[in-house]
């Protein structure tokens, strides 16, 4: 058996990084429920799909900060929770262009209807938001190292 690694992080920080990615899922299921809803509902209300998709966005964003900071994260780089919220919402705005930017390819220059091309967005969306989010809000300093 290979000795450990001291740039690896102890078991329980791997299982804690663990359970708060799972629940983080389950929370940006909700939230992703909320958007594709709001997003389908704008358009059949006759808003365009970037509009809509922005209404969309923003509910979800309310709701996976409201569930990541009272269920899944218990560690705060940031003692301002307004800082923290900013941070939050600039990578959420990240995740937003990155979503427009995949819906328009999507629908645009491939050709899927909207909803499979927002399923297509999610994924990747969620990972980007997840990693960031984790890293530079969720994560104290010292506990960034892990590899």
Known sequence: MPAPSSSRPPRAER???GR??????LASAAALALDTSTLTLGLALGLSLPLAAS???LLG???IYTLSTGHIFQRHRLASRRAEFLGFAAIGL??????QGLLW???GTLGLAVLPAKALSAGGVFMLNFTLRKWLLFMRPA???LT
């Open 105 to 107: 390819l999507a629908t």
């Open 94 to 99: 990240a995740g937003l262009a990155a979503t």
């Open 55 to 57: 209404a969309g966005f």
């Open 61 to 63: 964003l309310l709701l």
């Open 20 to 25: 708060e990615f799972g629940l983080y899922l």
């Open 15 to 17: 299982a804690a990084v």
């Open 143 to 145: 506990e960034t190292n």
